[in-house]
């Protein structure tokens, strides 16, 4: 089992940067695929970007693409999501998420066994 904890959200203007982290605890991290979504009010729980157990592959949404990066450290349990250029349409709650069995694509909800109980990012104009 893992257990996961975001932070580092909060607000910004436009064109500014931000890095939201995630911890995660239990032995299964390093085995594991992550994944960030976001869900903005209203709206569905969207794919943002993923990475696999290794960190050699990385997926991200055309949304951020060229904006946004994963990275995850195994020696720390930790996955990072580093954003730059942030616009207003970026507000959303941020979730990483954890796929330990791997039961879809890294960009499919379903995929991921254990979530995180989100970061407010705010991005204002």
């Known amino acids: 089992q893992v257990q996961l904890v975001e932070s580092g959200g909060g607000s910004v203007q436009a064109g500014g940067s931000l890095s939201v982290s995630c911890a995660a605890s239990g032995r299964t991290f390093s085995d594991s695929a992550m994944g960030w979504f976001r869900q903005a009010p209203g709206k569905e729980r969207e794919f943002v970007a993923a990475i696999t157990s290794n960190g050699l592959a990385k997926y991200y949404a055309d949304s951020v693409k060229g904006r946004f990066t994963i990275s995850r450290d195994n020696a720390k349990n930790t996955v990072y999501l580093t954003m730059n250029n942030l616009r207003p349409e970026d507000t959303a709650t941020y979730y990483c998420?954890?796929?330990?069995?791997?039961?879809?694509?890294?960009?499919?909800?379903?995929?991921?066994?254990?979530w995180g109980q989100g970061t407010q990012l705010t991005v204002s104009s």
């Open positions: 998420a954890a796929a330990e069995y791997y039961r879809g694509t890294l960009a499919q909800l379903k995929t991921y066994d254990y």
